[in-house]
T-cell receptor
Framework: GAGVSQSPSNKVTEKGKDVELRCDPI?????LYWYRQSLGQGLEFLIY????????KSGLPSDRFSAERTGGSVSTLTIQRTQQEDSAVYLC??????????FGPGTRLTVL | KQEVTQIPAALSVPEGENLVLNCSFT??????LQWFRQDPGKGLTSLLL?????REQTSGRLNASLDKSSGRSTLYIAASQPGDSATYLC????????????FGKGTMLLVSP
């Protein structure tokens, strides 16, 4: 596609429910990143996928968070047993090399 | 741990003014530095990327400089326009961990007609 796409654009869920957020990177981009942007905070790195290498999960805040990338393309970020502090905008980015990252529009998650 | 600070947090200027946004980082071992723009409710748009070996990059009315040794970068916007109103984010990529960008909290810019 022309750019990175994410779905849904908005997600409202109840505390304790699981949610899945999807990212479609730019075709051909080998690297994919997830970030979180909380109100009043900067962007926080969550996880990074590069080709077939093991993902860098160093930014995941708890074991309730997990992500996978199927076929080296689409990625899904899963948050289990959501908490109110998980409310944020979740941004996905992709890149062809380490030079520049291209961001999607984000998914706004609200946990009630 | 790398920390990125952006000053000011918010800036309001009349249309036509030239302005400078500042970014500082604590660890000079960076691979590159990138400036982004974020409109309300939107994702990030890359504006300029400066490799660690470069001193500046220009695109239209935007000019970004990098002084790696002092841990500073500036984004200069010439002849500001109301359409420039947005939040501007600075991010650095570390030299050894290519996987992550460290972001500042941004400068919220408002350009009034």
């Amino acid at each position: 596609g022309a750019g990175v796409s994410q779905s849904p654009s908005n997600k409202v869920t109840e505390k304790g429910k699981d949610v899945e957020l999807r990212c479609d990177p730019i075709s051909g981009h080998t690297a994919l990143y997830w970030y979180r942007q909380s109100l009043g905070q900067g962007l926080e790195f969550l996880i990074y996928f590069q080709g077939n290498s093991a993902p860098d999960k160093s930014g995941l805040p708890s074991d309730r968070f997990s992500a996978e990338r199927t076929g080296g393309s689409v990625s899904t970020l899963t948050i289990q047993r959501t908490q109110q502090e998980d409310s944020a905008v979740y941004l996905c980015a992709s890149s062809l090399n380490f030079v520049e990252q291209f961001f999607g529009p984000g998914t706004r998650l609200t946990v009630l | 741990k790398q920390e990125v600070t952006q000053i000011p947090a918010a800036l309001s200027v009349p249309e036509g003014e030239n302005l400078v946004l500042n970014c500082s980082f604590t660890d000079s071992a960076i691979y590159n530095l990138q400036w982004f723009r974020q409109d309300p409710g939107k994702g990030l748009t890359s504006l300029l990327l400066i490799q660690s070996s470069q001193r500046e990059q220009t695109s239209g009315r935007l000019n970004a400089s990098l002084d790696k040794s002092s841990g500073r970068s500036t984004l200069y916007i010439a002849a500001s326009q109301p359409g420039d109103s947005a939040t501007y984010l600075c991010a650095v990529r570390p030299l050894l961990r290519y996987s992550t960008l460290t972001f500042g909290k941004g400068t919220m810019l408002l350009v009034s007609p």
